[in-house]
């Protein structure tokens, strides 16, 4: 039996709207203002402001070289997932893709796979988002907040996807708005203008160990730092298919993503490491950028960010259970999961979002009984996941590509860079870092983590796949 046989009917669908188990399609409410504010912020996040830190405590200045690399490599990734989903926007994005260019059994496993780890995201931000609230209001409970917050941004998904796109656009507006404060200020005080402050010159970047005081070992947590910190990104293709353009929104989306990576991450590291010595303490105890301004003598710096920060993982909250729960539709809408889940009621797939917030949930629970440790279990537990969804994307994109350039060449609005050259590189890359992670007795844990959940499923769709085939030949 071919492999056509046993294929769900999304896998030939070109259209930005995906039909459910009732018929009943998506909504577009998502309008171009919000796919763009959504694709300029989603790139500014938890791991940027919270995460780097760590990174910087390790790598020491190379940071930027981490950063610089690692965004490389994320550069080509949502160039190449832009030229699938442009191509062929679906809610599924890059699972529907796998699962037209490789199987089934793909489109299940990086599906599935990150469905797993935007639900375990949601949970880290709603802990993070807590502990700053907690911060301000001393005598409340976390498990308080984090319930609070998984309740207010649940409901809020359980509305109509206009919703999601009005609290993105204005969180990402004062996201943006912020990080274009510090990066304004902090190149003023590198070349010494800002009033009150001298040039530090290059001295930071080259005193205390040099430019790599923690070696290959701490450029390596670096570099795991910020691949950490750029997931997500992903979303905006996600949430594409619910606009009124998918194409051109998606497009965009994706031909902005160099310079926004340019500026905002790579930027903003080099900002950091030339104004204050990699081993300041408040790198850590404050977060890298309250650390900074506050070096700079900004008034009330740190609380000032704890407030940007707290924006930043209220907005990952809500576009984690967004996305997660489009995710989970699209693989229900082809077989790919509970058909009990796939229901959409007011063209929202309100069971998905319940479905795809239990585990937050949960970490009302967990963060009651073990306050102090699940934050890093949690982090530690998705560490590689992100990795082997960039692997299926390349590999697609290389399959896909070569179809298109074959059957519908005009698809091809949005096309990678370098092709297949690049593609090539991309996919080294991702098996560099992982095999990096699987060598470093630190990391090590995540991989084990990661090949072991990454094999369950694709043992399981491979099985459902031949399941399919034998019913279809039945």
């Given at each position: 039996?071919?492999?056509?046989?046993?294929?769900?009917?999304?896998?030939?669908?070109?259209?930005?709207?995906?039909?459910?188990?009732?018929?009943?399609?998506?909504?577009?409410?998502?309008?171009?203002?919000?796919?763009?504010?959504?694709?300029?912020?989603?790139?500014?996040?938890?791991?940027?402001?919270?995460g780097s830190g760590a990174g910087i405590a390790a790598a020491g200045p190379s940071i930027v070289l981490a950063y610089a690399a690692s965004g490389l490599l994320v550069m080509f990734v949502?160039?190449?997932?832009?030229?699938?989903?442009?191509?062929?926007?679906?809610?599924?994005?890059?699972?529907?893709?796998?699962?037209?260019?490789?199987?089934?059994?793909?489109?299940?496993?990086?599906?599935?796979?990150?469905?797993?780890?935007?639900?375990?995201?949601?949970?880290?931000?709603?802990?993070?988002?807590?502990?700053?609230?907690?911060?301000?209001?001393?005598?409340?409970?976390?498990?308080?907040?984090?319930?609070?917050?998984?309740?207010?941004?649940?409901?809020?998904?359980?509305?109509?996807?206009?919703?999601?796109?009005?609290?993105?656009?204005?969180?990402?507006?004062?996201?943006?708005?912020?990080?274009?404060?510090?990066?304004?200020?902090?190149?003023?005080?590198?070349?010494?203008?800002?009033?009150?402050?001298?040039?530090?010159?290059?001295?930071?970047?080259?005193?205390?160990?040099?430019?790599?005081?923690?070696?290959?070992?701490?450029?390596?947590?670096?570099?795991?730092?910020?691949?950490?910190?750029?997931?997500?990104?992903?979303?905006?293709?996600?949430?594409?298919?619910?606009?009124?353009?998918?194409?051109?929104?998606?497009?965009?989306?994706?031909?902005?993503?160099?310079?926004?990576?340019?500026?905002?991450?790579?930027?903003?590291?080099?900002?950091?490491?030339?104004?204050?010595?990699?081993?300041?303490?408040?790198?850590?105890?404050?977060?890298?950028?309250?650390?900074?301004?506050?070096?700079?003598?900004?008034?009330?710096?740190?609380?000032?960010?704890?407030?940007?920060?707290?924006?930043?993982?209220?907005?990952?909250?809500?576009?984690?259970?967004?996305?997660?729960?489009?995710?989970?539709?699209?693989?229900?809408?082809?077989?790919?999961?509970?058909?009990?889940?796939?229901?959409?009621?007011?063209?929202?797939?309100?069971?998905?979002?319940?479905?795809?917030?239990?585990?937050?949930?949960?970490?009302?629970?967990?963060?009651?009984?073990?306050?102090?440790?699940?934050?890093?279990?949690?982090?530690?537990?998705?560490?590689?996941?992100?990795?082997?969804?960039?692997?299926?994307?390349?590999?697609?994109?290389?399959?896909?590509?070569?179809?298109?350039?074959?059957?519908?060449?005009?698809?091809?609005?949005?096309?990678?860079?370098?092709?297949?050259?690049?593609?090539?590189?991309?996919?080294?890359g991702v098996a560099g870092v992982l095999v990096l992670m699987a060598l470093d007795g630190d990391t090590r844990v995540q991989v084990v983590f990661t090949g072991g959940l990454a094999l369950a499923l694709a043992l399981t769709g491979y099985v459902r796949q031949r399941a399919a085939?034998?019913?279809?030949?039945?």
């Open positions: 039996m071919s492999q056509r046989t046993a294929t769900p009917p999304e896998q030939q669908q070109t259209s930005g709207e995906e039909t459910g188990p009732a018929g009943s399609p998506l909504g577009n409410g998502l309008k171009q203002r919000h796919l763009s504010m959504i694709a300029l912020g989603g790139v500014i996040g938890a791991g940027l402001f919270v949502m160039r190449m997932l832009g030229e699938m989903s442009a191509a062929n926007p679906a809610s599924g994005s890059f699972s529907v893709h796998a699962e037209r260019a490789i199987g089934p059994w793909a489109g299940f496993t990086a599906g599935w796979m990150f469905w797993i780890l935007l639900c375990v995201g949601v949970a880290i931000e709603a802990i993070g988002a807590a502990h700053i609230v907690t911060g301000w209001l001393p005598g409340t409970p976390s498990w308080m907040w984090v319930l609070i917050f998984m309740a207010v941004f649940c409901g809020s998904n359980l509305a109509a996807v206009s919703n999601f796109g009005e609290f993105e656009f204005w969180f990402s507006a004062l996201k943006i708005g912020a990080i274009a404060l510090f990066l304004g200020l902090g190149v003023l005080a590198v070349l010494g203008v800002l009033p009150g402050t001298s040039s530090p010159g290059a001295a930071n970047l080259l005193h205390d160990g040099g430019f790599m005081p923690g070696g290959v070992d701490g450029l390596l947590v670096g570099l795991l730092a910020s691949v950490v910190a750029y997931g997500g990104l992903e979303t905006v293709t996600i949430a594409a298919a619910e606009s009124e353009n998918p194409a051109k929104g998606v497009a965009t989306a994706v031909k902005t993503t160099m310079w926004r990576i340019a500026v905002v991450y790579v930027g903003s590291m080099l900002v950091i490491v030339t104004l204050l010595p990699w081993n300041e303490p408040g790198v850590t105890e404050q977060g890298p950028y309250a650390a900074t301004l506050n070096h700079l003598g900004i008034p009330a710096a740190g609380e000032v960010m704890n407030v940007v920060i707290l924006i930043a993982l209220l907005s990952a909250m809500n576009a984690n259970i967004y996305g997660s729960s489009r995710m989970a539709y699209s693989l229900i809408s082809r077989g790919q999961g509970p058909k009990a889940l796939g229901k959409l009621t007011d063209r929202v797939p309100r069971r998905a979002v319940l479905a795809s917030s239990g585990f937050g949930f949960l970490t009302v629970l967990l963060s009651y009984w073990y306050p102090e440790t699940l934050f890093a279990w949690l982090l530690n537990m998705v560490g590689g996941v992100i990795l082997v969804v960039w692997g299926f994307i390349a590999v697609s994109q290389f399959v896909l590509r070569r179809r298109l350039e074959r059957e519908a060449p005009e698809q091809l609005a949005v096309r990678m860079w370098g092709f297949p050259y690049l593609t090539w590189v991309a996919l080294a085939a034998a019913r279809a030949a039945a």
